[in-house]
């Protein structure tokens, strides 16, 4: 039957859109949260709470906000956009913002990493 293939009486497609659109709901919240966490952490990093609670040199939050920043960008292209317009997930541009935005997550996260274990400070 194709596309009419009834699935516990509802329609295949109709199954499909829904979970869709749950997976970008949920997608999209994930990354506001990691924005929004990323950008709090630039906002306090030379605040005296954040040295007090961890220890931890301003230029490492800065490095975790500028981390989680890109890592919510990055869920939210790969995870809402991606779905959302799949056409413009083939985009050579678009592929390369991408990869740009994850290499600067990952290059933060090992840039934090160094610094915690050579204990360097900028």
Do not use: K
């Not at 906000?65 to 985009?91: E, H, K, T, Y």
């Amino acid at each position: 039957m194709g596309q009419l293939a009834l699935f516990g009486g509802l329609c295949v497609p109709l199954i499909r859109r829904a979970s869709i659109t749950l997976l970008s709901l949920v997608a999209s919240a994930w990354a506001v949260a990691m924005v929004v966490f990323g950008l709090s952490l630039f906002a306090h990093a030379n605040d005296g709470w954040l040295q007090s609670s961890i220890g931890l040199d301003p230029v490492l939050w800065n490095l975790l906000g500028l981390a989680s920043i890109g890592g919510g960008q990055f869920v939210f292209m790969f995870m809402v956009a991606d779905r959302i317009c799949p056409q413009a997930g083939r985009l050579p541009m678009i592929w390369m913002t991408e990869l740009a935005i994850a290499c600067l997550g990952l290059l933060c996260l090992v840039a934090i990493g160094v610094l915690m274990v050579t204990g360097f400070v900028l």
